[in-house]
């Protein structure tokens, strides 16, 4: 049984869901979540207490309490990865590559620190405000709701925390009930490496379940990361509050004609069959200049053969494990399928095997009937991806930004000219020169546009979204501390 924790008690009763493996379909244990009720008065205890004990721990005991969780993550590597493994499906190395990143998030705290300053301003700059001057300083909300997917639950989950109780938030964490062991477990340490109890509450409620919640005033900021829709019926469930938005996206890479193929191509389909392919940053469509592209092709079809192993993540030379459960690979074959009724063509996969593997795809599409193609329109989370011949950047940079979405872009050339011109035209939150799109590397801040997100999130970028602006003035007015000439 996988309880939730609220600020100090791990629950003891509450409704039950079910949690399997992605692996094998096997039950790997209970999810207890707690009444509406039992949460709000957590969120009551976490606004009237918690919220204050966190902020009257000095900062730097907060660090100290994130490098003991550094070091107890350190310690725990192997049942975390294990944890990654079986919850979430994930070959060794990428569970292994989260633990690490986690880790590193929590080392590079100080640097968040040092942006948790203020500005001084002079009361001169106007004739009312003479003798009086101002500061404009940064304070915590309060009460922080963290929401996080099911593709990194345990480096998002640290990677909101750490923003969040850094400047002095009390935190009220929703992870995925797809895999919410890595976090819970990530909790447990953070406790147990001194952090006040109070102060923090994870629960396993249904997204759906929560909106309610979301919605009470002491509730100051929230931070989601999941999808577009979800981002849209939290916006309209919490009402007007702070927010940091990662959402939904699936990244074009544009290839022009004097890009290096051979590591083009390699980058490409690692963007591509990476978490078998449930990434918000995964490259979901190829837009290849004409007189390079049937050579780009080739050199990504031979790709694929080389990179792409699908099987049992347990095993070692496994590139793509499975996918989170079966609907997604229903859906995945649902939009190929209507992709070639559209006219698309087959290059690579296709092959459903059993109820959450699949053969990473590759469809060539022309490029008049892409708006037709729920590939094209929609993220598809899963290992899909279009590859279309274009005439130039400037259609690449047309059909890239008519999508809806806009995180990340990859550009692959030599021509600082030309990649100059891609990163002032292209509609996105990050562009990746001559490499594919990574979020979780930690250290670039990563943030989308249009459906794809609202604000950035990163060291020193995701404490502004939850640390709110005080101005103070001080009024000397009459005490002769300054002499002005007026
Ligand atoms: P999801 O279905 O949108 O769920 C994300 C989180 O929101 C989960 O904890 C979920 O809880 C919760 N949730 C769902 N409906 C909710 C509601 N009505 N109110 C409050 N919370 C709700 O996304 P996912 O399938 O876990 O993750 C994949 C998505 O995340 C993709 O679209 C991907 O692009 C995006 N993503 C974006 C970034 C980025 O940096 N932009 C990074 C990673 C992932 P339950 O599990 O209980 O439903």
Redesign the pocket.
């Known amino acids: 049984m996988y309880t939730s924790y609220l600020v100090g008690d791990w629950i003891r009763e509450g409704e039950k ?1 079910k949690d399997y493996t992605p692996i094998d379909g096997g039950f790997i244990g209970y999810l207890l979540y707690p009444s509406e009720e039992r949460l709000r008065e957590a969120v009551h205890i976490l606004y009237e207490k918690g919220r204050w004990l966190i902020r009257n721990t000095p900062g730097e005991e907060r660090l100290e309490i994130l490098d003991n969780a550094a070091r107890m993550l350190q310690e725990h590597m192997d049942e975390l990865t294990e944890a990654l493994v079986y919850d979430a499906g994930k070959t060794y190395s990428a569970a292994k590559g989260e633990v690490q990143a986690s880790i590193e998030r929590l080392r590079r705290a100080p640097l968040d620190l040092k942006k948790i300053g203020g500005e001084y301003i002079p009361g001169d700059w106007s004739i009312q405000t003479l003798e009086s001057e101002g500061i404009v300083r940064r304070e915590p909300y309060g009460v922080v709701a963290a ?6 639950p345990l480096y ?1 989950t640290v990677m909101k925390i750490v923003s969040s109780i850094l400047p002095g938030n009390a935190v009220l964490l ?5 895999d ?1 062991i890595a976090p819970l477990m990530f909790v447990k340490i953070l406790i147990e490496a001194g952090f006040p109890k109070e102060s923090i509450s994870i629960t ?8 309610p919640v ?1 919605s009470d005033r002491r509730i100051h900021a929230v931070l ?8 849209k ?2 916006l309209s ?2 009402g007007i509050k702070s927010y940091l ?6 990244d074009p890479a544009i290839v022009l004609k004097d890009a290096d193929l051979d590591d083009a191509a390699a980058k490409i389909v690692k963007g591509m069959i990476s978490y078998s392919g ?5 490259i979901k469509i190829i837009l290849a200049e004409k007189e390079i592209y049937d050579e780009l092709k080739d050199k990504i079809l031979s790709e694929l053969k080389k990179q792409v192993k699908v099987g049992d993540p347990r095993k070692p030379d496994t590139t793509v494990g499975p996918l ?1 459960d079966s609907s ?1 690979v229903d859906k995945a074959f649902e939009a190929v399928n209507q992709a070639l009724a559209h006219g698309a063509k087959l290059l690579y996969g296709g092959t459903r095997k059993g109820s959450t593997y699949m053969t990473p795809v590759l469809l060539e599409a022309e490029k008049d009937i892409l708006d037709k193609l729920t590939v094209y329109k929609e ?1 598809i ?1 899963a290992p899909v991806t279009l590859i279309v011949k274009v005439d130039n950047l400037d259609e690449a940079i047309r059909i890239s930004n008519r999508r809806k979405y806009g ?1 990340d872009a990859a550009v692959f050339s030599k021509n600082v000219e030309l990649i100059r011109r891609a990163i002032r035209f292209l509609e996105v ?1 990050a562009v990746y020169i001559n490499d594919y799109p990574r ?1 979780g590397i930690g250290y670039y801040p ?3 546009r249009k459906d ?2 609202i604000g950035i ?1 990163g060291i020193g970028y995701s404490i502004n979204y939850v640390t709110s602006y005080k101005t103070i003035v001080y009024n000397y007015k009459g005490a002769k501390i300054w002499d002005y000439l007026v």
Do not use: W
């Open positions: 869901r929401i996080t997917p099911f593709n990194y998002d929703k992870p995925s009930n797809k919410p396993l409620t249904p997204g759906s379940k929560l909106e979301l989601l990361t999941g999808s577009s829709e979800t981002g019926k939290v469930a919490a938005m990662e959402l939904g996206g699936g449930q990434r918000c940053d995964a989170i997604t993220e989370f995180l939150g979020h990563y943030g989308g794809s997100g999130e």
